[in-house]
């Protein structure tokens, strides 16, 4: 195996990839990746050495960069890699650099750390119901200025800076989702269900290698607000771009054959067997929601649905980049 140390922009940030290939540890490498006059320059530093080892390194990430080059690929961000800053960087720095090699990035996100944040500043105490938060009016207002007035734009700003171009929007901008109310809206208030996906807004914006940033807030055919489950939004959307890639980081390694053993990962499951695990009783708790959003977005043509570790820094990499993943990938 070869295995290459990338040291990455931002506050010492290092993660290693592994990839098939003969015994050699690199060192340094420097990597730059050039965009027209009107965009940033992005300049990747790997550290390996020597020149050998970096033309290595370069052929055995080729067949990975030609397999996804030009699709469009899903990321769904929130829990750990949202709270912790180094997490953070390593997510932008790995979105820009899969933008940069010519992946279609789309990121969709949420936000429920820094919404429960604004909730006690205002008074205002949290309350969850099946692991959906219950929304009422003034928790709404909350949502959506928190989702889209700040976390979005915060998110667009990090992109921007990392080197490529990031345009934020909401799930109501050019109706990109058309939201109906939740089954349970006398419990759960404005939670809402996604009824239909627009994507005519988005589809210039990928084309011109532009990366959208879509917070998970939508309306309905009224105007009213509504505050939607961000992995539904993103499975939705997969599904509706027709993506290649639906990429969901989560807080956990994936899906364990054996939900208190953290070593048990399954790395590769088809529907058909992570529809027995479930029946099983081995898929459980907030691992189901994600899981059947995984499962809808495969029924409707997206090719591979990974449930990635957001707390492994550069997963997204991992993932895509190698065959050793960074999580568990199901597949239609």
């Known amino acids: 195996m070869l295995a290459a140390k990338i040291l990455l922009p931002g506050p010492s940030i290092s993660q290693t990839l592994t990839f ?20 940033s320059v992005l300049t990747e530093t790997l550290s390996i050495t020597p020149s050998k080892t970096r033309v290595k390194i370069l052929s055995e990430a080729l067949p990975f960069i030609q397999k996804f080059r030009g699709k469009t690929v899903v990321v769904k961000y929130g829990g750990a890699a949202m709270k912790s800053e180094a997490l953070q960087s390593s997510v932008i720095t790995d ?11 789309v990121f969709v996100h949420g936000g429920g750390p820094e919404i429960n944040q604004w909730l006690n500043r205002l008074g205002i105490k949290p309350s969850f119901l099946n692991g959906l938060r219950v929304t009422d009016a003034s928790t ?12 979005n734009k915060h998110l667009v700003g990090l992109i921007n800076k990392a080197g490529a171009t990031a345009v934020g929007l909401c799930g109501t901008d050019g109706r990109i989702f058309t939201a109906s109310p939740s089954p349970n809206s006398d ?10 996906v627009d994507t005519s807004v988005l589809r210039p914006l990928i084309n011109d290698n532009l990366i959208p940033v879509i917070a998970s807030v939508a309306a309905d055919g009224t105007g009213q607000s509504y505050n939607i489950n961000a992995d539904t939004a993103a499975g939705e959307l997969a599904a509706a ?29 088809d529907v058909k067997g992570v529809k027995k695990m479930m029946e099983d009783g081995k898929i459980a708790g907030g691992m189901i929601p994600k899981v059947n959003c995984c499962v809808r977005s495969l029924t409707q043509g997206v090719k591979t649905a990974s449930i ?7 997963s997204l990499l991992l993932e895509v980049l190698t065959d050793e993943g960074a999580g568990t990938m199901i597949t239609g």
Do not use: Y
């Open 187 to 196: 419990q759960l208030g404005f939670v809402g269900e996604i009824s239909s």
């Open 95 to 105: 979105l820009v650099l899969l933008s940069c090699i010519g992946l279609r990035i």
């Open 308 to 314: 990635i570790d957001g707390r492994l820094e550069h």
């Open 140 to 151: 709404m207002e909350i949502v959506s200025m928190v989702l889209v007035g700040k976390v």
């Open 20 to 39: 098939p290939s003969p015994s050699i540890k690199p060192s340094s490498f420097k990597s730059s990746c050039l965009k027209s006059s009107s965009q």
């Open 241 to 269: 771009l027709g993506a290649e890639k639906l990429l969901l980081l989560t807080d956990v390694a994936g899906i364990l054959e054996d939900k208190d053993d953290p070593e048990s990962l399954v790395k590769e499951i």
